[in-house]
């Protein structure tokens, strides 16, 4: 018993190939999942949710879902988490409802999903925003955090701020985040995903 122990406590040190196969595909590539928040846009019109498709599929990474909702909150919270608790998405990433007038309610929405936040995507993300808009990037409301072992990154609606956010910050993190975020239900979560993947059935 204890040889068996020590193998599945030691597995995160050393002597795990499968674990580093694993992790370094994750690194090297994720499905994302794109979500743009606007009552006003159309998926014919989604600049900000075109300019992150493109530049995860550039950067060698899946589009697994693109959808376009309500700026609701009920609406973001349900998305999100349904997204985030996909076997084929690795992260979520959500456009719009960042800012301060009343119908801007991703950042509300989406914190009640989180099991931890990422404070300092949009710490720096705000720092990297005032070279561009000054003062202005008080108003923004960029979040991160992890939802069911998927990082999910919200970002405002603008192409300019989607731009910053995802060349910046999230391609150069995203594999390594979802890789760290997904590592815990790799080594101890076997039935619970065995539960999840008998409900989907």
């Known amino acids: 018993m204890s040889d068996h122990d020590d193998h599945q406590h030691g597995g995160h040190d050393h002597g795990h190939d499968d674990h580093d196969d694993h992790h370094h595909h994750d690194a090297e590539s ?8 606007s009552s006003s846009r159309t998926a014919d019109e989604d600049p900000a949710g075109d300019y992150v ?21 009920d609406s973001v919270q349900g998305t999100v988490d349904r997204l985030a608790r996909r076997k084929d998405t690795d992260v979520v990433v959500t456009t719009g409802g960042t800012g301060v007038t009343p119908d801007d309610v991703t950042p509300e929405a989406v914190r009640g999903l989180l099991a931890k936040r990422l ?9 990297l925003s005032y070279e561009e808009v000054g003062t202005r990037t008080i108003g923004s409301r960029a979040t991160a955090g992890v939802v069911s072992a998927t990082p999910v990154f919200c970002l405002p609606g ?4 989607v731009r910053l956010g995802v060349d910046e910050i999230i391609l150069s993190e995203v594999g390594h985040l979802a890789g760290l975020a997904a590592r815990g239900l790799d080594d101890g979560d ?10 989907e059935k």
């Not at 076997?190 to 993947?197: I, K, L, N, S, Y």
């Open 30 to 37: 994720v499905a994302a999942a794109i979500v743009t928040v």
């Open 53 to 73: 498709a493109a530049a995860f599929e550039e950067a060698g990474h899946e589009v697994a879902v693109r959808e376009l909702i309500d700026d609701d909150y």
């Open 119 to 127: 404070p300092g995507f949009g710490e720096l993300f705000r720092r």
């Open 158 to 161: 603008s192409e300019n701020a």
């Open 190 to 199: 076997e039935a619970e995903d065995g539960e999840e993947a008998e409900g």
